[in-house]
């Protein structure tokens, strides 16, 4: 009996390894097996249908004063006062700065004197000229001694001028950099100067707006200190793209008479483009960036279809798809990191 029941044990045992070893072998089968399918993936699609678009064209700019300048003497100089309160509004030729003139003065009097001296003694010498009294040559040296005289003082009137500082345009002036009695030359700022009315935006835009960058065309913008939306306008633009950015520099004007925007500021520009009635617009999250180009995932057939598209514009959550998509395709939204091509796809939610 004891004998009978050691041979079943046997027997079951052996049954059980087998087992365990067909079972084995079929799921390394079923893993390596050149047909085994790879899973198939759940997702969310997107069916891509025409819609009315804005292609509005958002950039960030700075606001800029309309004219600025440092104010420096043009000669060395000695300052004897200052004329204006630092913070305030100037007139254009209004006299900022005064340096020490006395010299100058002076030797304007002396010239001026010699000048004088001069032309009494040609106006002898050419009474003496007609009766053979003086010769030409004498004649001749004594005008041009008084031509040199003329244009000495001329030379030192221009350099009483430069004795006054004015200043070049109407605009608001700095903090002053110089005292009384300090000595001065052409590389020393004496303040800066701005002209705050109007102001100037300068911002960038990509170059495949080149055509909506027209002169006086109208823009809005929204600075930091005032978020109503404020108008300027289009004054130049240049006329080629920057080879890095693929970008083209746009200037535009702004009124400001209230004086109630700062230069230097950041302004928010928004320009009214062109409306498209049949725009394909995707989400962004459905775009696969790669090294060469932008793919979507588009189902065909329950498969991954990867096609390559072209974009444009942005709004907060979609892009513009110029080329390489169809009214009517279903994009895959999510699971992006699993989607590859010929991978089986079940669309579980479908947005439109």
Do not use: W
């Not at 990191?337 to 479908?350: E, N, R, S």
């Amino acid at each position: 009996m004891q004998q009978n029941f050691s041979s079943i044990l046997t027997v079951f045992f052996a049954t059980v390894i087998l087992f365990s070893f067909s079972q084995c072998k079929n799921k390394k089968d079923d893993v390596g097996s050149p047909n085994a399918k790879p899973k198939g993936l759940k997702a969310q699609g997107y069916l891509v249908k025409p819609q009315v678009f804005d292609e509005d064209i958002d950039a960030s700019g700075s606001l800029l004063a309309n004219e600025e300048v440092d104010i420096h003497p043009e000669i060395n100089g000695r300052i004897t006062s200052i004329l204006f309160q630092e913070g305030t509004f100037v007139k254009k030729g209004q006299t900022l700065v005064m340096l020490y003139d006395n010299d100058i003065i002076a030797t304007i009097k002396k010239l001026e004197a010699q000048k004088a001296l001069q032309e009494k003694l040609a106006q002898r010498q050419k009474d003496l000229l007609a009766i053979g009294g003086v010769s030409r040559q004498d004649y001749d040296a004594t005008e041009t001694q008084i031509s040199s005289l003329a244009a000495d003082i001329e030379f030192q009137q221009a350099q009483l001028r430069k004795t006054k500082i004015v200043a070049p345009f109407d605009g608001k002036i700095g903090i002053r950099q110089v005292s009384v009695g300090a000595i001065i030359s052409p590389t020393s700022v004496i303040a800066s100067l701005q002209q705050l009315n109007p102001l100037k935006i300068d911002f960038s835009v990509p170059d495949r707006y080149a055509k909506a960058l027209i002169i006086g065309k109208i823009v809005q913008f929204k600075s930091d200190e005032d978020t109503n939306r404020l108008n300027g306008k289009i004054i130049a633009v240049e006329p080629a793209a920057d080879a890095t950015t693929r970008t083209i520099k746009v200037r535009a004007v702004v009124p400001n008479p209230s004086n109630r925007l700062t230069a230097g500021t950041f302004a928010h520009v928004h320009i009214n483009n062109e409306r498209i009635n049949n725009a394909l617009m995707i989400p962004t999250q459905s775009v696969i960036p790669t090294s060469r180009d932008k793919k979507v995932a588009v189902v065909k057939n329950g498969k991954i279809l990867m096609t390559t598209v072209q974009l444009g514009a942005r709004t907060v959550d979609k892009v513009l798809v110029t080329e390489g998509l169809t009214s009517g395709d279903t994009i895959v939204t999510t699971g992006m990191m699993q989607v590859k091509p010929d991978l089986d796809v079940q669309i579980t939610k479908l947005i439109n």
